[in-house]
Each structure stands twice: as structure tokens, then as C-alpha cells.
């Protein structure tokens, strides 16, 4: 498999289309590490270190600022939508396949600002990483973060996960909890006998129902939180009142909540329903206040909101620097069939990225 | 396998210890249906009739009126509690082991009138019958009634079902309903995207939580209906609303409503909720105001209450025939582990058989 030389100084859709066609799904991004590696590797104001399939470039400038910009080079599974094409819909032109929203698009918009500016106003810690898409031990920046701490610093860190080309900062927490109801076995003619527990989670969802979710305005943004049954189970045969029954509920939590705040939250709705935290992660707060976020608002000059979906500008959070999102393509098409991205977004991102880098330019 | 030979005419608490014995779980009764054959072949006041593993004795003494005696010979899986054993519990003598309550303490009660009461007030059919533990079509009675519908004819039914020695009358009809919601799939961190189908169950299970059990006398029996919901389930991935989710509630209602009346009482209660009916089955009146039913109560001075289980007396009465239950053990211990019967149930039983059929003897 002989790597495509990727140009980084053309044009910035022509390097999505590029980094498309280098199938990277998790766990096989050795290709298109390669590719990037070779790519960058000739520019000398960047220091070049791999660690397996994940690839950091960084300025040297002495500047009294660092900034972090990262995103992750692996994709979900491929669904018939490889190699990319460049289509019209309506007035606009997309590139059309797996990973074009996410997230090639802002790799190559990185590359491409990689390579250009020598001479940015910060020095900059380019981050290009692997197995974002599967477990959390797996993913690529995290382990960059244990082996290499000394290098992933600095006062803000952008991540480049699609965002329709708006800033997206910080992100939700997110818990799952379980609640399981009891009874007593009967049988169904004789329903008295016994004691229902799925009768008993009608009081439970019935709570879900008149959950009002809060909006609550962190650094700026206003998160917007929300509870959800996402599993129900119950039952034994078709002529018994079933002693078991179960929901498993999703409660994503505004980030100036810790999760043992959410959890006390949960327990204030349901404190005669006993339950049990299947798994959490805390948000990320969008550190929008901090000098850097200001300065990049103002460059790229794109709305600022919330991020709802769970991303790793969280890892940066709980490294004590302000993170946010910034990309292009719509992220309810990330892992669609018909994933795609408006070519323009990524020329948007492109200015955008560089008018904070390098204003003057 | 050497049959056992049953003795009729002793102990009817020792033939039942001697029956249980014989394991017959359904679809197995080729031991039992022989020894019950030879038992009775030799009495000569019976015709006896073997179909498969079904044994029908008559009486032949011309009688105006003609009544039909019933009872299964096989039961559900032995739960390593055979062979039977004689037990004291406080003050009460029982016998302990698979099919001592459902229905061999019946079965025995009986063979031993059928051998003894040669001169019966009435002319008898004696229905012994294989596979009522299983799936409708199985059943032993239905085939019986398909195969000699001219022999099980009758003016009025007893099945010797366990009722603990009193007499139950009629049973509930039952209905199985699935309600299934639908929504619009979303991620789960941006609910307000998708529409969550398990939360529109809330509503389902509040109004059966609601549900008013009505008691509706029918032929002077109360019979109380019942709402139960015996399964639930939703749920794709715990990150997605689902847009898939389905209650089933099992309805049972009085032998006075059709079918197609609780049908319609259901959709009263879900106007805006579609179900399927996943199967049905009609009640069955309770016929205790017939001229024999009236007898039967007066001769064996016992209590009168609704049957709540679905028993083959619906079967006795789709055939236009009045049917009760009447046979010693609870019923709440049928199909337990510990499934027992108190002797003196069983001896009651004989008694007040005895007095209904022989009321001279």
C-alpha cells in the first residue's frame, strides 16, 4: 500500500477529498499517519514526533503563548461511501463520504495552516491523533497525554470536530443511571396477588415527562440539559406479574455541574427510587472568559454556543485549558450514510483559523 | 417401564401418592393413560375408550340426564420433587410432589367414584385427559370433543381442577394487547432533535395504573377483571432516543363481555394508542343457575366464587354444557416447587362428589 503524497499548500478541498480516500476506520490509521507524517516532515519551522498513529507538529518561535489545535485522523466504518466525490446539491458544492464531516475536513484545514504559516502570533502544538471513535483507553490524545505531557501544553486548545463552522464550546456531562423496580411474582388472572413492577416505572417515566430541562449560562454559554430513557426492559412470560423491571436513563448535565452534583440531582427526583450510575464523565466548562478565547471570537468572528454532543475539548478541561470547538460540516452528519460537507465551511474555517493565528498575513 | 397397578377402591389419598408417582409430563403420558386403562377396564358398569393418551369410561344405565367429570392426567416439569412424599404441616397431613395439586389429588377422587358408584343418579362420562399443560392445540379434551363429539355430551360439567374443595364457577376471559410507540431516533445529547417513544409509554402504564378493576356479577358470581402489563421493552444504544418501544398488557375480563367487548372496552382506555391483540380467549358463565348446577351446589355444600384462572370449563361451555371447577389443593400451589395438597381436601372432595352423584350411598 504505497501512501498518496498529500499536497498541504493547494487547495484546502482537494486535501479533504485526499485525506477521504486514505480509508482510516479505528485501528487502521497507520496509511494515513504515514501520509501526514511524510507531509509535514519537509517543513522545517515544525518539530515532527509520532507516537503510533498519532502525529504532533510544533512551532518554535519563543513565543510567550502556546496554543493547542487538534483533531482526530480515524473514522467510523466506511458504508459504501469511499472514494469521495465532489457533488452539487442545490447552490452548494459538498465533498460526499465517510469521514468528510468527521473529521477530514478540519484536518485538512489544519494541514493545510500547518505548513503555510511560519510565523503565526502563538506558537502552535499541531495535533493529529487516532481512535478518537472508540473507547476512551484507546483514544489517541489521551495516550499522547501520558507520554508526552511536557508537549501538550499551552493557554487554549481548539478542537477541530465539525461545527458547522460556529464555535462550539465546552460540552455537557453525561451520566447513565439505572433504576430497576421490584415485585411479587403472580400469575395474570390473579393479578392482586402479586405486585407489578413495570406498573411501578410508569411513576418514573411519568417523572421524565415533567422534566423540565434547565438552561443554565456557563462562562457565556447557556447549556441546555436533558434527561432520557434510552433502555426499558420487564417481563417473565406472557401470563405473569413480573417481580424485575428496569429503565436505564441518560442525563446530560450543564458543565458547572460536578457529577456528584448531577447524581444528587437525579436523587432529588427519584429519592424513593434506588439507583445505580452505570457510567458518567464530567463536562467541560467553555473557559469563553479566558484572553485567548476572547481573541480567537473575535478573529473568526462566527456565532458561539454550546456544545451538546461529549468531545475531547473535555480531556483538555480537565487539563486546565480552555478548549473549544471549531470546524467545519454539520455534526448530525458526522457518521451518516450520506456524511458530506459544504466545501464552503471548510474555506470559512480555513480564513477563520488563520485570521486568529496570523492576523496580519 | 412396568406399569403400576392402581389400586381404585382403597385409599384415595394413597392413589394419589401412587399417580403422582407416575410421571406424566406433558406430551409424556403413555404410562399413566395405561395404567389408568387397565385400572378401569375391569369395572364392568364402564365403556371405556382410549384416544391416544385420553381415556373416556361411561356409564350406560340410561339415565334422563347425563354429566361430564373431567381432569387432566399430565403436568409441567417435575421441579426434582417426585417421588411424592406424606408430610405434616402444623396440624395438617399433605402430600408433597409434582401434580399432587394440578391435578392428580382430582384425577384420583375420580377413578375411585368412577370404580365405586356403579349406580350413579346420573349417567356419567368419565374424561380422563393428556396435554392441557401446553399449547391449545395440544389439548386432549379438544381433540377428544373433535374425534367423538357424540360421547362428550352432557347437561352440565365438573373439571376437577384445583380450587382447595370449594366450588369455582365459570372463569375470566383473557386478552393479550401490544402497544407500541414510535418516535424519531437522536443522538441522546440533543434530545429536542428526535421524539423518545419509551417516554410515550408513561402514558400507557399511568392509565393502567388507574385502571378501576371492575366487578361484574354474571349467573350470580362476581367476577373481578384485571389490567396487567407483562412486558415492556425499548431501547437501541445507550446514546440514541429510541424511536421503537412496546408495552404488552394482558386483560381479563368478565365471562359476560365478548371478545369483541373487551376489544372495545381496551380501546376505550387507548383511544389514541393502536394495539395489536396478540391472542384472546372468551370467559366462560359460570351456569350455576342450570337446574344440576343448583344440585350440585345443594349436595356438596361448599362455598361459590369466580374461577380467575382460564380453565377447559370455557371449553365445556363454548359446547353450550355449564361447567364449575370443584377439586381439592390450592391453586396458588400449582406449578410451585412445593407444589402439596392437603389430605383432607382430597377426602372432602370424594365426599361431596359422592353426595352430588350418590346421594343415597
Given at each position: 500500500m504505497a501512501s498518496m503524497k498529500l499536497n498541504l499548500l493547494g487547495d484546502?478541498?482537494?486535501?479533504?477529498?485526499?485525506?477521504?480516500?486514505i480509508q482510516s476506520v479505528s485501528g487502521a490509521e497507520g496509511e494515513i499517519a504515514d501520509a501526514i507524517e511524510q507531509a509535514l516532515k519537509p517543513f522545517s519551522h515544525l518539530t515532527v514526533l509520532r507516537d503510533e498513529n498519532a502525529i504532533v507538529a510544533k512551532t518554535n518561535l519563543g513565543r510567550s503563548q502556546q496554543v493547542v489545535i487538534a483533531g482526530h485522523i480515524d473514522t467510523v466504518p466506511v458504508a459504501d461511501n469511499l472514494p469521495s466525490k465532489l457533488m452539487s446539491f442545490e447552490r452548494e458544492q459538498v465533498i460526499w463520504g465517510r469521514g468528510a464531516v468527521d473529521m477530514k475536513a478540519?484536518?485538512?484545514?489544519?494541514?493545510?495552516?500547518?505548513?503555510?504559516l511560519i510565523n503565526p502570533n502563538f506558537d502552535v502544538v499541531w495535533v493529529f491523533y487516532d481512535q478518537e471513535e472508540v473507547e476512551a483507553s484507546k483514544n489517541g490524545l489521551g495516550r499522547l497525554v501520558r507520554n508526552h505531557p511536557e508537549l501538550i501544553t499551552g493557554s487554549f486548545a481548539i478542537l477541530c470536530e465539525p461545527t458547522s463552522a460556529t464555535i462550539e464550546g465546552g460540552c455537557n456531562g453525561t451520566m447513565r443511571i439505572?433504576?430497576?423496580?421490584?415485585?411479587?411474582?403472580?400469575h395474570s388472572a390473579r393479578p392482586w396477588m402479586g405486585s407489578n413492577a413495570i406498573h411501578k416505572l410508569g411513576s418514573v417515566l411519568e417523572r421524565v415527562n415533567e422534566f423540565h430541562p434547565q438552561e443554565i449560562e456557563v462562562d457565556g454559554l447557556v447549556f441546555k440539559e436533558s434527561l432520557s430513557a434510552v433502555g426499558i426492559s420487564g417481563g417473565i412470560a406472557s401470563n405473569v406479574i413480573p417481580d424485575e423491571a428496569s429503565v436505564t436513563l441518560n442525563y446530560r448535565f450543564a458543565p458547572s455541574r460536578s457529577v456528584a452534583d448531577a447524581t444528587e440531582n437525579l436523587r432529588s427526583i427519584f429519592p424513593d427510587f434506588p439507583f445505580t450510575v452505570i457510567d458518567s464523565a464530567p463536562g467541560a466548562r467553555p473557559g469563553m472568559n479566558s484572553p485567548e478565547a476572547q481573541e480567537f471570537v473575535g478573529a473568526v468572528n462566527a456565532s458561539v454556543n454550546p456544545k451538546y454532543g461529549w468531545t475531547d475539548v473535555s480531556r483538555f478541561s480537565e487539563m486546565g485549558i480552555p478548549a473549544v470547538n471549531y470546524g467545519p460540516g454539520d455534526p448530525n452528519k458526522a457518521h451518516a450514510d450520506d456524511e458530506n460537507v459544504p466545501v464552503s465551511q471548510i474555506y470559512a474555517c480555513e480564513v477563520g483559523l488563520r485570521k486568529f493565528l496570523a492576523p496580519n498575513l
Amino acid at each position: 500500500m504505497a501512501s498518496m503524497k498529500l499536497n498541504l499548500l493547494g487547495d484546502v478541498a482537494e486535501l479533504t477529498r485526499a485525506l477521504c480516500d486514505i480509508q482510516s476506520v479505528s485501528g487502521a490509521e497507520g496509511e494515513i499517519a504515514d501520509a501526514i507524517e511524510q507531509a509535514l516532515k519537509p517543513f522545517s519551522h515544525l518539530t515532527v514526533l509520532r507516537d503510533e498513529n498519532a502525529i504532533v507538529a510544533k512551532t518554535n518561535l519563543g513565543r510567550s503563548q502556546q496554543v493547542v489545535i487538534a483533531g482526530h485522523i480515524d473514522t467510523v466504518p466506511v458504508a459504501d461511501n469511499l472514494p469521495s466525490k465532489l457533488m452539487s446539491f442545490e447552490r452548494e458544492q459538498v465533498i460526499w463520504g465517510r469521514g468528510a464531516v468527521d473529521m477530514k475536513a478540519g484536518v485538512a484545514v489544519m494541514l493545510k495552516l500547518a505548513a503555510e504559516l511560519i510565523n503565526p502570533n502563538f506558537d502552535v502544538v499541531w495535533v493529529f491523533y487516532d481512535q478518537e471513535e472508540v473507547e476512551a483507553s484507546k483514544n489517541g490524545l489521551g495516550r499522547l497525554v501520558r507520554n508526552h505531557p511536557e508537549l501538550i501544553t499551552g493557554s487554549f486548545a481548539i478542537l477541530c470536530e465539525p461545527t458547522s463552522a460556529t464555535i462550539e464550546g465546552g460540552c455537557n456531562g453525561t451520566m447513565r443511571i439505572k433504576i430497576s423496580t421490584s415485585g411479587v411474582k403472580a400469575h395474570s388472572a390473579r393479578p392482586w396477588m402479586g405486585s407489578n413492577a413495570i406498573h411501578k416505572l410508569g411513576s418514573v417515566l411519568e417523572r421524565v415527562n415533567e422534566f423540565h430541562p434547565q438552561e443554565i449560562e456557563v462562562d457565556g454559554l447557556v447549556f441546555k440539559e436533558s434527561l432520557s430513557a434510552v433502555g426499558i426492559s420487564g417481563g417473565i412470560a406472557s401470563n405473569v406479574i413480573p417481580d424485575e423491571a428496569s429503565v436505564t436513563l441518560n442525563y446530560r448535565f450543564a458543565p458547572s455541574r460536578s457529577v456528584a452534583d448531577a447524581t444528587e440531582n437525579l436523587r432529588s427526583i427519584f429519592p424513593d427510587f434506588p439507583f445505580t450510575v452505570i457510567d458518567s464523565a464530567p463536562g467541560a466548562r467553555p473557559g469563553m472568559n479566558s484572553p485567548e478565547a476572547q481573541e480567537f471570537v473575535g478573529a473568526v468572528n462566527a456565532s458561539v454556543n454550546p456544545k451538546y454532543g461529549w468531545t475531547d475539548v473535555s480531556r483538555f478541561s480537565e487539563m486546565g485549558i480552555p478548549a473549544v470547538n471549531y470546524g467545519p460540516g454539520d455534526p448530525n452528519k458526522a457518521h451518516a450514510d450520506d456524511e458530506n460537507v459544504p466545501v464552503s465551511q471548510i474555506y470559512a474555517c480555513e480564513v477563520g483559523l488563520r485570521k486568529f493565528l496570523a492576523p496580519n498575513l
